[in-house]
């Protein structure tokens, strides 16, 4: 319960900072990607990505990052990004239950073979990407909207699909 609490109160000094000066202090942007690099280091291991204990910090198997956004926008922070993001949720939500699935599945794999399957390796990573990905656009530690893809070079989300997901979100939430 601290620990939730604690991020919720990152995550509002973080949208505070950007309505008051419309840009997030370095050093709070800093421990915010940290953080969600640690965490997400901490999936991989548990989800059996790969075997090695996770680092808080130094090049790992895992690695995250987002570009300091210079001037994050104060118009979408408050209801936009929360109301687009609502489809990725639901996706995210199905995706995370099917990924909790293949990572039992996984497990026998590795039981038995020693080895996870690529191919469903190659989904829990992109599930977990694309998490990142929205909780980053969510937590306007990135304005790009996010895209709904598992790949890895995938670009930002579509001005088409933002739009969709705005009328969706509004739809849900109305």
């Not at 419309?22 to 999936?43: M, S």
């Not at 099917?98 to 399957?117: D, E, N, Q, R």
């Not at 990135?142 to 979100?169: M, N, Q, V, Y």
Request: aromatic share 18%; proline share 5%.
């Amino acid at each position: 319960a601290a620990a939730g609490s604690f991020g919720g109160s990152i995550l509002l000094a973080i949208w505070v900072t950007i309505l008051l000066r419309r840009r997030i202090p370095r050093w709070l942007f800093d421990f915010q990607v940290a953080v969600h690099r640690f965490t997400y280091r901490a999936y991989a291991y548990f989800a059996l990505l790969t075997d090695k204990y996770p680092a808080f910090e130094g090049n790992w198997d895992l690695q995250y990052w987002v570009d300091y956004p210079e001037r994050p926008s104060r118009w979408r922070l408050l209801f936009w990004k929360l109301i687009t993001s609502i489809p990725h949720f639901f996706v995210l939500a199905a995706l995370s239950i099917a990924s909790v699935v293949v990572v039992i599945i996984a497990w026998f794999a590795i039981l038995f073979t020693g080895a996870f399957p690529r191919g469903l390796h190659v989904f829990v990573v992109g599930v977990m990407r694309w998490g990142a990905r929205v909780t980053a656009y969510v937590e306007s530690l990135t304005d790009e909207f996010p895209p709904f893809s598992l790949d890895h070079d995938a670009g930002p989300g579509s001005k088409s699909s933002e739009t969709i997901c705005a009328i969706i979100g509004g739809l849900i939430v109305t």
